[in-house]
């Protein structure tokens, strides 16, 4: 499809329409442009590939994706368009897509056993809404995600500002690790060891499913590049270097949602954390900048942005806010607040796989065997085997809260709330900047205060996006009612 693509488009309409840089077929990345019309269709077939990550003479992967390659597809619309979305499970197991950061209404969140039933083996399954805000947001299953979204199966969504500033390029830039032994096979996805701490980390670093690659960008242009963490684990912390004019890369959005531009200089990205960043692109060709992770002690090299094509012509680099998203603005004078304690379970409670599959709501396939993690001591699903478990708060629609996030291990996690969008703060150990997201990055021991309006009616799932944490115990999901 790149490759289809690339001869059928021109320069700057691929770069819009699979954000992805000139050479497409080498960064890979389908795209779906949003015609002009209401309504985008796209279909997303789940199904296992061969996709190469590691050079020869290792083999390819045997990746799980929604389209030809990882990441697939990038679907774009337009602020206000509709989306209509099928699946087509062609797995060997069911299967649902949450939309991840969408204020959508609960029956298109895509969670099996709680919003639809899970689309098994052959079936299809159609979800249709029209986000209301703009911005980066991504698609992902909400069952067997360790390995699945190990394997690769997520695709961005990307929400396109009705209007707003222009760039002179649109790029999606996947940040993920994959857990491949020497001949490009899987390794494991998980570990108790890792589960019951930080995680199993990924071997292989890449952007958009390739080591190191070469991305291209007008030189002396604009980029606009959503960056994603789509990693099953690990947090990073990026950097564009040798961005010098104009001052670097500065971050425009915060998982889609705009706030002031900011310098990108600091700012811990949890699994499932995007940020909208600017930079100005070198102005002669062949000149080039770097994506780099320093989060760790020893900076990885992600990718190298690279100029191409003519000099654009000079313009004053000076980034400008986007438009500000509509989110209901939570009435902090009177929000009730409910705490949410973070923990690890005492004991790790081991369930009986007899017992998993007579679950009604759940089936062994979206348990672990075991728990390590707890929200407020409840591992999910607690007991009472015959029936979905409570949620861990029921909230009146149309009411304000405050929810204190409160980290008592000494590990980080990254919370999300589906369908609501979080207004941050304050945390008791750092500043907060004042933005929305629906992610939160909880430190260690970190007590950290996040509002919603409860506008939002319906079950919506609350968990720690470390896959393994999830999948471990560190879930629930609150009423609106
Ligand atoms: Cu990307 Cu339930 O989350
Ligand atoms: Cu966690």
């Known amino acids: ?117 899970p689309t098994r083996p052959g079936e299809r399954h159609v979800y249709e809404f029209t986000p209301p805000d703009a911005g980066s947001f991504f698609f992902h299953p909400h069952c067997n995600t360790v390995e699945l979204l190990g394997r690769g199966l997520a695709g ?13 390029a649109d790029l999606v830039c996947m940040v993920k690790d994959w857990s491949l032994d020497k001949a490009g096979r899987f390794a494991a996805f998980t570990s108790d060891r890792g589960a019951s701490r930080a995680g199993t980390f990924g071997t292989v670093a890449t952007v958009n499913g390739l080591i190191d690659p070469v991305i291209d960008v007008p030189a002396n242009g604009d980029v606009r590049a959503r960056l994603y963490n789509v990693d099953n684990t690990r947090v990073i912390d990026l950097r564009v270097e040798g961005a010098g004019a104009g001052g670097g890369a500065w971050i425009i959005a915060v998982d889609g949602n705009p706030l002031p531009p900011r310098p990108l200089d600091g700012w811990p990205m949890g699994p499932a954390m995007r940020l909208d960043v600017v930079f100005r692109a070198p102005g002669e060709a062949g000149k080039t900048l770097r994506l780099t992770n ?13 100029a191409t094509g003519p000099a654009l012509p000079n313009k004053r680099f000076a980034p400008r806010a986007l438009p500000a998203a509509r989110i209901p603005e939570p009435d902090l004078k009177t929000a009730k607040t409910i705490p949410m304690a973070f923990s690890s379970t005492a004991v790790a409670q081991v369930y009986e796989t007899a017992l998993l599959t007579a679950l009604p709501y759940a089936d062994a396939l979206c348990l672990a065997e075991k728990t390590f993690w707890a929200i407020n001591q409840k591992s999910w699903p607690e007991g009472g085997h015959e029936r979905l478990p409570p949620p861990i708060a029921t909230l009146d629609r149309g009411r304000s809260y405050v929810f204190e996030l409160a980290n008592l291990t000494p590990h980080l996690h990254p919370v999300h709330i589906h369908g609501y969008t979080f207004k941050v703060l304050s945390s008791d150990q750092r500043t907060v900047v004042p933005h929305h997201a629906d992610t939160v990055l909880l430190e260690p021991k970190e007590r950290l205060r996040v509002a919603i309006k409860a506008d939002n009616p319906g079950d919506w799932m609350f968990h720690c996006h470390i896959i ?12 609106v009612a």
């Open 1 to 117: 499809m790149p490759n289809a693509a690339a001869t059928s488009l021109s320069r700057r309409a691929l770069l819009r329409a699979g954000g992805v840089a000139l050479a497409a077929s080498s960064v890979g990345g389908s795209g779906l442009a949003a015609p002009a019309g209401g309504l985008v269709e796209v279909e997303l077939v789940a199904r296992q590939r061969l996709q190469r990550i590691l050079p020869e003479p290792a083999g390819p992967s045997p990746v799980v994706t929604y389209a030809d390659r990882f990441p697939g597809p990038i679907i774009r619309l337009r602020q206000g368009q509709r989306l209509r979305a099928t699946l087509v499970n062609e797995l060997a197991e069911h299967t649902s897509v949450h939309w991840h950061g969408i204020r959508l209404s609960n029956a298109e969140d895509g969670v099996p056993f709680l919003t639809q039933p």
């Open 156 to 168: 961005a969504l990307v929400v396109e500002e009705a209007d707003g500033p222009r760039f002179d």
């Open 294 to 306: 320093v989060y760790a002690a020893e900076p990885r090299p992600l990718a190298v942005f690279r």
């Open 468 to 479: 393994e944490h999830q999948e471990t115990g560190m879930m629930g999901y609150i009423r």
